[in-house]
């Protein structure tokens, strides 16, 4: 036996090593199982072909807009009258974006396209739409109700007769004049023959076919889809994408994406077209307005002038009068003035009167103009409408898009409602200077009406006439002038928005092949390596030397005996070239290193469970020794199941068993074999009591005589994680070959057994992989060629 110092040690933690171990132990998996990997990467990307062929492509096209911001708080005065610029808040970057993808504006660009009437061309396998390319133009009756959303399939026998089919369990009916849904329809099954240019009259449709393009349509088949505008609206707005070039900047990006490249390319041209007309008819709307004002008090005040003149050409007929005296004139002159001053007064108190009264029954109306009559003295009033108006404008955006709970909204109507009572403040302090200065200008008319009353009456009356007809005549001339400079100024205006680039394809964004192929050989590479960890994670049995390490990190591992396919059992006769006789020989050598102060002699043979190649092993190894000029004898110590005395046929021959109980002589148990220099002690009969029998002082004799006599002794135990046995034969043995089998031997079984020989202080034990399924030619191949072929 060895000395203490080569006891077993108790089982460490693993090495930092196991984490590569593992991973070589899957990837030999990975190679153990390579039809996983053949199977899946074929499969997947064939399936990602197959996707790409019979899938409709998504394009993607590109507009750029430029949006001419402003930092200005307030505009100029000379602004406000003509509306020339929108506020500030209107041309700020984040309510542009809003606004590009308001559905007003979505609204606005699809009643300008013929989107409502979608064309497909059917395939074997996918449909295609054909955007002004389908050889047919179907005519719609605006005013009669159309089907939408379902397909009406339009086929051609021959080039003159046109099948007409429309199934349908019902859908929702449209009419496209007013864009109006009118109703619904019930189930549909409908069939027609008609000719080009023939009226097709149901309830549920109404149009007729015209022939658009040249050639023979015989055999071909397509279909028809109407849609509704508001529908494709909502559509469009939700594919439409809007990006800013860079933080600060008012260059937008506005992108589309959808599976017909020329409607993704048109809608973007009209979307622009559309933006910028909206901005200038916004900026014209104010202009437009205090024009409509102006407009209405030049109709009332032509109506009084032309009776003033009238009145003033009769009196000078009617009294041979031409003009009165000087002091005459200069009075009325004086009055005219204050008299002109006062209408002017007047004027503007009505604006504001008006204003007061939309702002009281709509405070959210959009429905009022800018002062356009007002000065220095009012422009705190311009500024606040200003502010109202752009505020009002943004909410009726914003509540088109977002419920009434919007936090937004919620904000906004609060501005709003401030803006409201500071603009009802400002116009009463506005009335009331208007009312005192009405009041100070009526005071001096007076003076110079009771001065004009000393005057003759027909002079008085001549110059009362005349008064007036001056008044109106400076009243229609600042109304045209007004008029005029407001038409200028609409007339000026621009848009604040500029098309830098007009729409352009972009390319196929779904379905991207490089990606789609990249993911599927992912998948594929996943999905087998999934399953390998599946096997490893729900293997219980050991099936690589990496498990051996990992389990008992103590324990070398002496080596490995392939799997055997060769006839008979002692392959070191049968068949000495092989890699399996070559691979007891690397155990013979390396199991003299188990013990370094004496040399090997007595090896005891043991596994965890029956079934692992004890006897197997046994058999080899001694043939081994024997072969090498050793005098070699193998012991059959499993005497419950003996294997031995089947495999030498010594059948009813005495052996260990007859020894321990007196029956027979140690001599004569030990039987000779084909092999000169090799021995058998078969196990004998099997006894009720093996283990009293193994332990009795008749196991001590039996192994010196065995020592003086024999020169290796071989001895195959019973299994020790099963029974007890083995152990009591451990004393008398120096070193201990344990055999695990490839997929055999269970893990924990071995675990636990490994665990209890350590705690026992069990020495020189070493491991052994037994029926290992080695991957293509290993070493053992390679000796075998060389003994061969050499």
């Given amino acids: 036996m060895t000395t203490p110092d080569q006891r077993i040690p108790p089982p460490s933690p693993s090495s930092p090593q196991d984490g590569m171990l593992s991973f070589k132990r899957l990837l030999g998996m990975a190679v153990r199982y390579w039809y996983f990997f053949a199977i899946s990467i074929p499969i997947a990307m064939a399936a990602v072909w197959v996707y790409h062929h019979y899938t409709i492509p998504i394009y993607h096209a590109q507009a750029t807009l430029l949006f001419k911001g402003t930092d200005e708080r307030v505009m100029p005065t000379t602004n406000i009258i003509g509306g020339v610029g929108l506020s500030p808040e209107d041309r700020k970057i984040e309510n542009q974006t809003f606004l590009l993808k308001s559905q007003r504006i979505a609204r606005k660009t699809i009643d300008r396209l013929d989107y ?27 005013l009669a109700p159309q089907l939408l959303d379902s397909e009406i399939t339009i086929a051609f026998d021959d080039d003159d007769r046109i099948h007409l089919t429309i199934q349908a369990e019902g859908g929702r009916l449209y009419r496209y004049a007013d864009h109006q849904v009118t109703g619904s329809s019930g189930a549909i099954n409908f069939k027609t023959t008609l000719g080009w240019d023939v009226p097709l009259v149901t309830p549920f449709a109404s149009f007729r076919i015209r022939k658009a393009g040249t050639g023979s349509f015989a055999g071909k088949s397509y279909y028809v889809v109407f849609r509704a505008h508001s529908d494709l609206a909502s559509m ?81 007929k009617n009294h041979k009068i031409t003009e009165p005296l000087n002091a005459g004139k200069q009075m009325a002159s004086q009055y005219y003035e204050l008299d002109k001053q006062r209408q002017s007064v007047a004027l503007r108190s009505y604006y504001f009167n008006l204003l007061k009264k939309k702002l009281v029954e709509d405070p959210f109306s959009t429905d009022f103009m800018l002062p356009a009559f007002s000065d220095m003295n009012y422009d705190f009033v311009s500024t606040m ?82 008064r007036n007809y001056k008044l109106n005549d400076a009243i229609y001339t600042f109304l045209l002038q007004k008029n005029s400079e407001t038409q200028i100024t609409k007339a000026s205006n621009s848009p604040d928005n500029e098309v830098v680039d007009q729409a352009v394809m972009g390319g196929i964004v779904s379905p991207n092949k490089r990606s789609n192929y990249t993911r599927a050989l992912m998948l594929a590479l996943a999905i087998p390596i999934g399953l390998i960890l599946l096997i490893e994670f729900l293997n219980v049995r050991i099936r690589g030397t990496e498990d051996l390490t990992h389990l008992a990190p103590h324990l070398p591992v002496l080596g490995q005996i392939p799997h055997s396919r060769l006839d008979g059992q002692n392959v ?110 078969p196990a004998g009969e099997v006894p009720p009591n093996p283990a009293e029998l193994i332990g009795s002082s008749h196991t001590a004799e039996l192994f010196e005589y065995l020592r003086k006599t024999y020169e290796v002794i071989v001895v195959d135990l019973p ?44 020495r020189s034990m070493g491991l052994l992989f037994n029926d290992v399924e080695l991957p293509g030619q290993g070493y053992g191949s390679y000796y075998s060629d060389y003994y061969v072929k050499g």
Avoid: W
Avoid at 418 to 424: G, P
């Fill in 236 to 316: 469009y707005r939700g594919r439409l994408s809007v990006t800013n070039y860079r933080e600060g900047s008012s260059i937008m990006f506005l992108g589309v994406t959808g599976p017909t490249p020329e409607k993704l390319r048109r809608y973007l041209d009209v979307l622009c077209q559309v933006v910028i007309e909206h901005n200038l008819m916004q900026k014209n709307d104010i202009a437009d307005r205090s024009l409509h004002f102006i407009q209405k008090q030049l109709e009332m005040i032509a109506d009084t002038l032309d009776r003033t003149q009238n009145l003033l050409l009769n009196f000078r």
């Fill in 385 to 466: 409408v200003t502010e109202l108006l752009t505020l009002n404008n943004e909410m009726a955006e914003f509540s088109a898009q977002a419920n009434d709970t919007n936090p937004y909204l919620t904000a906004l109507r609060g501005r709003i409602a401030v803006a409201r009572d500071n603009l009802m403040v400002s116009i009463d302090k506005a009335l009331e200077s208007l009312a005192i200065e009405d009041r100070m200008l009526a005071g001096q008319m007076t003076g110079v009406d009771n001065r004009m009353d000393e005057l003759p009456d027909i002079e008085k009356e001549y110059l009362r006439i005349e």
């Fill in 719 to 762: 299994p020790v994680g099963v029974v007890s046995d083995g152990r009591l034969v451990f004393p008398f043995a120096d070193a201990l070959l344990y055999i695990t089998r490839f997929n055999h031997t269970r893990k924990d079984h071995f675990q636990q057994t490994v665990r209890y020989l350590a705690d026992e202080q069990i």
């Fill in 572 to 681: 070191i006769v049968n068949s000495p070239n092989s890699n399996i006789a070559e691979a007891f020989r690397s155990i013979r050598t390396r199991l003299n290193f188990l013990s370094v102060d004496k040399p090997v002699k007595v090896i005891a043979i043991t596994s965890t469970n029956t079934g692992d190649g004890k006897t197997f092993v046994s058999m080899n190894l001694a043939s081994a020794y024997a072969v090498s000029g050793k005098k070699t004898i193998v012991l059959g110590f499993d005497l419950r199941r003996p294997k031995m005395t089947e495999l030498f046929q010594l059948d009813n021959r005495a052996g260990i068993s007859n020894f321990l109980i007196g029956q027979s002589a140690l001599p004569d148990i030990c039987y000779a074999t084909s092999q000169p220099l090799l021995h058998v002690m």
């Fill in 116 to 142: 409502g009437i979608e064309y497909y061309a059917k395939g074997r396998v996918k449909d295609t739409e054909v955007y002004h390319t389908a050889p047919f133009e179907v005519v719609i009756d605006s």
